[in-house]
């Protein structure tokens, strides 16, 4: 057994109640939050304190939709000014380059990221499996850095050949794909609380793969209790190609594959009705916005004002690499507040005198990244700081250069609001990714350069 205490730091809980404690601290038992209060209240020993004086804390964040390889194709040039299919085109070939040690490379180099921006739970999209790569190794990368990881068995199964986008290269037949979802999910997922690794079925999209693939990766999934994720509603064009093969827009082909339930979230779904969020609401489906993604695609601005009304729950995503060129969460954070209020202003906000008319704030962005985020994924055990849950959490000291001035009014605001850093602490069940602003497990200087000498031969070819 291990504890942790925590003390004299700001604690931003995003509870059911937003409580918020200046002086306050938290008390960590073998990896999850035994108490949490004003630091006069908790313990005064424990096997490591660390005093947070100066310091905000705020549940760990949530990333739900990444992937995880793009870091080896950030900024090439043929695909800068690209939308999304043109830009798919583009970068297929050369993803089919990719080897098992790219994949190992890849995913430590988008964790250590995403850790040093403050998430401590991602879910990552791998859909392309060339040269004898596998999951598998995403999952041992992972382990490496201590981040807690959904990893989705992704897949695509209809190439240029059945009328889909991608080249049949980097395509796969549906019995092999479906029997490595199974030995993937008998072999890594773990359902409990605190779990490290679950797994998640995730065909990649309605112009990647076949319905009987949806069908059958749904049984199978719901078989296990297991999640289901994929690219949905992401731009017109993929409007188009629904109507045109299947006869349904994108979220009524949803329907007809029995793609709809709580186990189920899209990423994007930016080209969607009214009566679509009904159906999302209806029957619990899971949205990841990604509006960095979004803008840099050109792909538009997801209804998520809509969704939130609705009752939807809505996280965040970094998206992949090469559609964001970073994987900074808090960043995302910060973005979505600020689209979601670009996307007011295109409807009139300015010209509008209507008091209940409100922008989207600074706490609402965070609550995405954090409750929204555990919502979609379908974990009850992450999101928040309280006592029961595990204990993720970074920090952040206030008294930084990007946060003068801000966080004298408002510590929480001011973490949104000003220009996002690294963090100064990250942990994970109580285990520290991210220390004085360092990465515990990885060297970044020798990862960096392995990284970017993995990135040069795939695109030399």
């Not at 969460?329 to 005198?353: C, I, P, W």
Request: hydrophobic share 40%.
């Amino acid at each position: 057994m291990s504890t942790l205490l925590i003390k004299n730091a700001y604690i931003a809980t995003m509870d059911d109640h937003q409580a918020e404690i200046p002086d306050g601290g938290l008390f960590i038992r073998d990896g999850f939050i035994e108490q949490i209060g004003p630091t006069a209240s908790l313990p005064h020993a424990a096997d490591e304190v660390l005093d947070l004086a100066g310091h905000i804390v705020l549940p760990g964040l949530v990333n739900t939709h990444h992937h995880f390889y793009q870091t080896l194709t950030r900024a090439i040039p043929a695909a800068q000014d690209a939308n999304l299919f043109n830009w798919l085109k583009t970068l297929y070939p050369i993803w089919s380059r990719l080897r098992p040690d790219d994949i190992f490379t890849s995913t430590q180099t988008a964790l250590a990221e995403l850790a040093l921006s403050g998430c401590t739970t991602a879910s990552d999209h791998l859909y392309l499996f060339p040269n004898g790569s596998k999951l598998d190794d995403e999952i041992e990368a992972a382990l490496t850095l201590g981040v807690r990881l959904h990893a989705s068995r992704g897949s695509m199964s209809l190439g240029e050949s059945q009328g889909g986008l991608p080249p049949d290269s980097v395509t796969d037949k549906e019995d092999l794909i479906l029997a490595d979802s199974q030995r993937l999910i008998q072999r890594y997922h773990d359902p409990k609380p605190g779990s490290m690794t679950q797994i998640v079925l995730a065909p990649c999209s309605p112009f990647s793969v076949t319905g009987d693939l949806m069908r059958e990766s749904a049984k199978l999934a719901r078989q296990y209790g297991v999640h289901l994720h994929t690219h949905l509603a992401e731009t017109e064009d993929e409007e188009q190609f629904c109507l045109q093969k299947f006869g349904y827009r994108p979220v009524g082909y949803m329907q007809s594959v029995d793609w709809v339930g709580e186990d189920v979230w899209f990423a994007h779904s930016v080209y969607v009705n009214v009566e679509e969020i009904g159906v999302f609401a209806r029957h619990n489906c899971g949205v990841a916005h990604c509006p960095t993604s979004n803008m840099r695609l050109a792909s538009g601005i997801a209804p998520i004002k809509e969704y939130l009304a609705a009752g939807v729950n809505v996280g965040l995503g970094v998206d992949g690499s090469a559609s964001n060129d970073g994987s900074h969460l808090l960043a995302e954070v910060r973005q979505a507040m600020l689209l979601a209020r670009v996307k007011e202003g295109l409807t009139g906000y300015s010209r509008s005198d209507d008091p209940s008319r409100k922008l989207m704030t600074a706490r609402e962005a965070l609550r995405l990244g954090t409750r929204g985020g555990a919502a979609v994924l379908g974990r009850t055990d992450i999101g928040s700081l309280e006592v029961g849950k595990c204990a993720d959490f970074y920090a952040i000291n206030l008294n930084s250069l990007e946060l003068a001035g801000g966080a004298v009014h408002d510590p929480v605001s001011a973490v949104v609001f000003c220009q996002p850093r690294r963090v100064d602490y990250t942990a994970v069940g109580g285990k520290f990714v991210v220390k004085a602003g360092q990465l515990v497990s990885v060297d970044e200087i020798e990862l960096a350069a392995r990284h970017n000498k993995a990135a040069k031969r795939l695109v030399s070819g």
